[in-house]
């Protein structure tokens, strides 16, 4: 009787998925779901902040039109855009409207980047924007931030050895996770390097609006700059709008792919952004509210990493968005996490961030969601954690 030919085993996966590392934070938040457990790992605004009442009214407008319930250009409603593209500063024909700024940042590296193109990050790491390029198989090389932001000395000697990168992504104002805003000298530099070597910015700005310390910076800007910016830290997660901001025709080369993957956004959500956007004392007074609360519980946090660990930790005060970059020198915060869940609180290990560099002794910690009452409580249990001796040195 003939043999049955031998079948090798065929991945289920592609070959572009087997790189992309998974996201710890997003497989992290079933676990601070439980209950008791005070989370400092996810990085989400505070839910009763959110302005609801202020959306439904929105909402109740939108749903006025029929048209709001039509489908839309891919590239965004015009009404929309028009809000946005006033919001931003910029003209609407350099605007395109995404499913949260996620969405962006992958369609531009689908847009942009080749197999083996080379693409360069802050190390840490923005998760989503390594997984964004690991998908289109790109080369990720990883620099050390700085104090100042973007490191531009490891940028400058990368350049100088011959690599010619396809673009530079950085997180420039509170930047996830270290919190770091990047300074003037740093933004002039970048896109200094930008013009004479002709790779792409791609500046991530979620957090720019939730500065509660300090003047703002100048933004980046050029013609080789794309901004990224969003609604779901100042409004809504849930109303997954988000905007890219670029030349026209990097516009149109993200719209022609946009048009593959969801043909357009929601009209609905793009429209009852709009409304908020386009009600500028309402949403100024709204940005006064969260910015206030968050000032309040970045101390509350930091103070109480003062009372409970001293010099044990070591940290930079937050100056705005939602996250402290903290170090423990000696503690493995991987292992720590173990400990830190049976006493019911939760961060993200440094690890988490890492592309090259050795992050084993840091943890991000998110004081946006928790009341400084809860913080001060979740920062206790931590030094718990840490006193109980479980964790492993690094």
Known sequence: MPQSPTIPAIPIESAALRGVRGSAIRDLLAVTERPGVLSLAGGLPATELIPAERIADAATRVLGHRDALQYTTSRGAAQARDAVAAHEGVDADRLLLTHGSQQALSLLALALVDPGDVVVVDDPVYVGALQAFQSVRADVAALPITHDGTNIAALIRLLDSGVRPRLVHTVSNFHNPSGVTASPTTRRRLTDLADTYGFWIVDDDPYGRLRFDGPAPSPIVGERVI????????????????????????????????????????????????????????????????????????????????????????????????????????????????????????????????????????????????????????????????????????
Request: hydrophobic content about 45%; aromatic content about 6%.
């Open 227 to 394: 901004r990224l910016g969003s609604a779901s830290k100042t409004l809504a997660p849930a109303l997954r709008v988000g905007w890219l901001s670029a030349t026209p025709a990097i516009v149109g080369l993200v719209e022609r792919l946009k048009q593959s993957a969801d043909l357009c956004g929601s009209t609905l959500n793009q429209l009852m952004v709009a409304d908020l956007l386009s009600d500028a004392s309402w949403f100024d007074a709204h940005i006064g509210t969260i910015t206030s609360a968050y000032a309040a519980r970045a101390h509350a946090l930091t103070a109480a990493l003062d009372d409970e660990l001293g010099t044990r930790i070591e940290y930079a005060s937050p100056t705005g968005g939602m996250f402290c970059w903290v170090r423990l020198p000696g503690i493995d915060t991987t292992d720590l996490l173990g400990v830190a869940l049976s006493h019911d609180v939760a961060f993200v290990p440094g690890a988490a961030f890492s592309v090259s560099s050795d992050l084993a002794e840091y943890a991000r910690l998110s004081f946006a969601t928790l009341s400084p009452d809860s913080l001060r409580e979740a920062v206790h249990r931590l030094s718990a954690a840490i006193d109980d001796g479980a964790h492993s040195t690094v």
